[in-house]
C-alpha cells in the first residue's frame, strides 16, 4: 500500500466519523425542535430557556465538526484534483475513493442531507411558531396599554400620566 493510499484511508475514515458525529448532532437538533415547539405551545418559559442552551451547544458542536469536515474534504479534494477545493462535496469524493469506504461516504452523505432537510423543515416551523406567538403577545400589550390609556392611567409615552398633585398642602393661610 503506498503512502497516499494509507492517508487517503486515514481522511477517509475520519471524514465518516465526522459525518456520524454531524448526523448524531442533528438528530439531536431535531428533537429539541420538536421539545422547543411543545415548551412555546405549553408557555413554558423555563423548558424553553433550557431548549435554546441545549441547542446552542450543539451549534456550537456542529460548527466545530463542519471545521474539521472542510480540513478533512479540502485533503481529499487536493488529492483528487477537484476544482471546487472545500467546496467539494462527500459524493464527488466518495466516487474517487470507490470501494466500502466510499460507499459508506455515499450512505453517510444521504443520511445527513436527509436528517437536513427534516431540520431546516422543523425549524421554519419552529420559526414560524415563534413569529405569530411574538404576534400575539405584542397584540395582547397594544390592547392592555390601550385599556390602561382609556383609564387614564397611562400617557402615551407609556409612562404614568402626570396629573394634579392632589396632596398639597396650601401653606399660607
Wanted: overall charge positive; hydrophobic content about 40%.
Amino acid at each position: 500500500m503506498k503512502a497516499n493510499e494509507a492517508s487517503d484511508i486515514v481522511l477517509a475514515s475520519e471524514l465518516e466519523d465526522l459525518l456520524r458525529e454531524l448526523i448524531v448532532c442533528y438528530e439531536q437538533l431535531y428533537s429539541l425542535t420538536k421539545l422547543t415547539m411543545g415548551a412555546m405551545r405549553d408557555a413554558d418559559t423555563g423548558k424553553l430557556s433550557t431548549c435554546v442552551g441545549q441547542q446552542n451547544q450543539l451549534v456550537q458542536r456542529v460548527a466545530e465538526a463542519e471545521k474539521r469536515r472542510i480540513r478533512v474534504v479540502g485533503s481529499l479534494a487536493e488529492r483528487y484534483g477537484s476544482p471546487a477545493r472545500t467546496q467539494t462535496t462527500v459524493t464527488w469524493l466518495a466516487e474517487r475513493l470507490g470501494g466500502e469506504a466510499g460507499q459508506r461516504l455515499r450512505v453517510l452523505s444521504r443520511a445527513l442531507k436527509t436528517l437536513l432537510e427534516r431540520v431546516h423543515s422543523a425549524n421554519a416551523s419552529t420559526h414560524a411558531a415563534a413569529d405569530m406567538l411574538a404576534r400575539h403577545m405584542e397584540g395582547i400589550v397594544r390592547r392592555i396599554a390601550g385599556e390602561l390609556r382609556h383609564a387614564g392611567l397611562y400617557g402615551r409615552q407609556g409612562a404614568v400620566a402626570g396629573g394634579a398633585v392632589r396632596s398639597a398642602l396650601n401653606i399660607r393661610h
